[in-house]
């Protein structure tokens, strides 16, 4: 139970962060609309997040031919 509690915590923590570094945070937040902002923020997210869902892929065929082989 404690396990699906933090994995929800973490997961809630990763969808609320801002992911831009403090150079690029002062010169864009001087911008009227912010919606440069907001695609460089989406942006760096999405290329953060490519190689954790790809090692949990490969994790999770791992886990899963292991126990194939155990049956």
């Not at 973490?10 to 690029?24: N, R």
């Not at 937040?29 to 760096?44: C, D, M, V």
């Not at 290329?47 to 999770?60: H, N, R, T």
Request: positive net charge; proline residues 1%; aromatic residues 14%.
């Amino acid at each position: 139970m404690k396990k699906i509690i933090l994995i929800l915590f973490f997961l809630l923590f990763f969808l609320k962060s801002s992911a831009q570094c403090a150079m690029c945070r002062a010169v864009l937040e001087s911008e009227e609309g912010q919606t440069a902002a907001e695609g460089i923020n989406n942006g760096i997210m999405y290329l953060m997040a490519i190689p954790y869902i790809l090692v949990a892929g490969i994790g999770y065929l791992i886990y899963r031919k292991f126990y194939k082989l155990k049956k």
